[in-house]
């Protein structure tokens, strides 16, 4: 464990220095590690931990996408790939990365293989947190630990791809063996995290749910409809509005800031661009606090949670949530977004040439 001073507070995080890959290795040499579910966490973690040299399997619904994505990233039937219900049996670590609404109508087949001594893995705090919602109530026997890296699958597994790692939370939500701590860093450490930072499950979940609802995602998409129907209500072409909101914002701006700093973005850009972002950055931020706010409430009340059980559960939730991508897709701002990016690989290509 290392203490880290973050802008002058100080805080307890885990490195591969201090928690190395052999260690990890060596502390979970005796587990079946079982991976339930494979949408966009479970192949990340999956192929990253086997990648890592830990024993790992999986379990997926068989004639699903799921299972032949599964299959293609060469986990193999009768082998390292099973039923869930198979995998449950066989893992000692049972990770639980179905949809979190998948996992309520999945939790009484899993807990039937939660048998004493085994642990559970979650990589989001929602099924403890709002039980009384979910019923995800684990026996008194078993460790409940929790993982979550902080951001997409995809990511993660291209990140360790390319030799670096995703930060990661973790927590302890019950310690029967009084070993779950480790347990939850050595998994950190196997899923391919950067830096690994203890939080618990409430607070894992409150933030988690916050930030995609708010900048991650859906302030950002918010923000960008806002500014793209703007400029084009007072005349910009297409090209235009869609330069000055999406492209600039993620091909030059947001890698600058991601690289050294809000403050090297803004030394980079005009004394104009820094002016006039200085002097309207608290005008975004007034404006919005009362929003962030009412989102956090609909949060820590349970509203949040109980939203996306009822919508996520539905049995045409896919089919909806497509039509719903869908109208995203085909507006004219993401249209024009997809004709940027066509002329973006164009004019790398003329580059490479
Ligand atoms: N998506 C991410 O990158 C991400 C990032 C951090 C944490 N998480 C957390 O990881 C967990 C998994 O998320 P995800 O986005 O990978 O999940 P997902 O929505 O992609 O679903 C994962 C799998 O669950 C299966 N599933 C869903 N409902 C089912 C049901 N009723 N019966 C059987 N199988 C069912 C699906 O077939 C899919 O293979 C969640 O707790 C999520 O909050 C996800
Ligand atoms: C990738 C995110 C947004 O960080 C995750 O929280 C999720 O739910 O998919
Ligand atoms: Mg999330
Ligand atoms: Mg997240």
Same mark, same amino acid.
């Given at each position: ?144 630990? !929790?993982?979550?890296?902080?951001? &997409? @699958?995809?990511?993660? %597994? /291209?990140?360790?791809?390319? *030799?670096?790692?995703? #930060? ?126 009412? !989102?956090?409430?609909?949060?820590? &009340? @349970?509203?949040?949670? %109980? /939203?996306?059980?009822?919508? *996520?559960?539905?049995? #045409? ?37």
């Amino acid at each position: 464990m290392a203490t880290i001073n973050f802008g002058g507070v100080p805080e307890t995080v885990i490195t591969r220095d201090e928690f190395p890959l052999q260690k990890a290795l060596e502390f979970l040499k005796d587990e079946t590690i079982a991976v339930i579910g494979y949408g966009v966490q479970g192949p990340g973690q999956a192929l990253n931990m086997r990648d890592n040299g830990f024993h790992v399997i999986v379990g997926q619904r068989e004639g699903t996408p799921s299972w032949e994505r599964a299959i293609k990233d060469g986990w193999v039937p009768g082998e390292s790939l099973f039923s869930i219900e198979e995998a449950a049996d066989k893992g000692t670590i049972i990770c639980n990365l179905l949809s979190d609404a998948g996992q309520i109508a999945l939790w009484p087949t899993l807990q039937q293989y939660l048998t004493p001594g085994k642990t559970l893995y979650f990589s989001h705090g929602f099924g403890i947190t709002f039980n009384d919602q979910t019923g995800i109530v684990p026996s008194k026997d078993i460790d409940v630990i !929790l993982v979550a890296p902080k951001g &997409s @699958g995809t990511s993660l %597994r /291209r990140l360790f791809v390319a *030799g670096g790692g995703l #930060n990661s939370s973790f927590a302890v939500y019950q310690d029967t063996s009084g070993k779950a701590w480790e347990k939850a860093i050595a998994m950190g450490i196997g899923v391919g995290s950067g830096y690994l930072f203890e939080t618990d499950f409430k607070k894992e979940v409150y933030s988690d749910l916050t930030g995609e609802r708010g900048v991650l995602m859906g302030a950002l998409a918010g923000i960008i409809e806002a500014q793209y129907q703007v400029l084009r209500q007072r005349g910009h072409s297409p090209s235009e509005a869609f330069n000055e909101t999406v492209e600039e914002l993620t091909q030059s701006l947001v890698p600058l800031v991601g690289e050294n700093g809000m403050d090297w973005m803004f030394a980079n850009c005009s004394v104009t661009a820094q002016r006039g972002a200085l002097d309207w950055k608290g005008k975004f931020r007034d404006a919005t606090l009362p929003v962030l706010n009412d !989102l956090y409430d609909s949060v820590a &009340s @349970g509203e949040e949670a %109980r /939203r996306t059980i009822e919508r *996520g559960s539905t049995p #045409n939730y896919r089919k909806e949530l497509e039509a719903e991508l869908q109208e995203v897709r085909e507006s004219e701002l993401w249209a024009t977004g997809a004709t940027v990016r066509e002329l973006r690989s164009r004019s790398s290509e003329n580059v490479e040439a």
